[in-house]
């Protein structure tokens, strides 16, 4: 079974510091995805990308952006950490292209003070 | 465009008693559908998946779900609940190809002795 490995579990960082959210896969597959989840909202999109160098937006992109320089790394960058960016982030890869679901890394919880 | 709605962000019941967790969902074509459980402070787990042929899908831990097209529902089921089951249910769609996962809001089961 493939692996998804989120760098941090827990992250404490201030205002206005740039953030590096780092996602990594034991196997080559092509798409991968950065989800943001709060209480009562569920799991929301931000980017995803479908192969190296490329990404696309989600439904929240604003205020985040996404480097894809290796198949196997998916980083999150949030450009100037607000406190409206704490939150859970969770790193998702497609195993499978059609019907397959999505295997979720443990996350990383970020907290901006 | 795809859409889930889980009914009930809460859901109580007694030790040994029958779970259903609610999903509804729309889509312009036939759809995937997936429940995944979240266990406090872990990623997503893929509990069951429908993709195409038998509407009753079963999953791990004893849950099993139904696809009833004409109600446009995939209710999560388990007949007798276990204290180990107390944890976040998510319910996703995907309409196949290249889309994405989009998810409910999630329901948060507790389990009472």
């Known amino acids: 079974d493939v692996k998804v490995t989120q760098s941090s579990r827990y992250l404490v960082k201030r205002t206005g510091e740039k953030v590096f959210l780092e996602c990594v896969q034991d196997m080559d597959h092509e798409n991968m995805f950065w989800y943001r989840q709060d209480p009562g909202l569920g799991l929301r999109l931000i980017y995803f990308?479908?192969?190296?160098?490329?990404?696309e937006k989600g439904d929240i992109p604003e205020g985040y952006s996404v480097s894809r320089e290796k198949k196997e790394r998916f980083s999150l960058i949030l450009e100037s950490a607000s406190t409206n960016q704490t939150s859970m982030y969770l790193c998702?890869?497609?195993?499978?292209?059609?019907?397959?679901?999505?295997?979720f890394g443990s996350g990383t919880r970020l907290t901006v003070v | 465009a795809q859409s889930v709605t889980q009914l009930g962000s809460h859901v109580s019941v007694s030790e040994g008693a029958l779970v259903l967790l609610r999903c509804n969902y729309s889509?312009?074509?036939?759809?995937?559908l997936f429940w995944y459980v979240q266990y406090p402070n872990q990623g997503l787990q893929l509990l069951l998946k429908?993709?195409?042929?038998?509407?009753l899908v079963k999953g791990i831990n004893g849950f099993e779900a139904e696809f009833k097209k004409s109600e446009t529902s995939f209710h999560l089921t388990k007949p007798s609940a276990h204290m180990s089951d107390a944890a976040e249910y998510f319910c996703?769609?995907?309409?196949?190809?290249?889309?994405?996962?989009?998810f409910g809001k999630g329901t948060m089961l507790l389990v009472s002795p």
């Open positions: 996703a769609v995907k309409e196949g190809g290249y889309s994405t996962l989009t």
């Open positions: 889509s312009s074509v036939p759809p995937y």
């Open positions: 998702a890869i497609a195993t499978t292209t059609g019907s397959g679901g999505y295997t």
């Open positions: 990308s479908y192969d190296v160098k490329m990404k």
């Open positions: 429908y993709t195409t042929g038998a509407t």
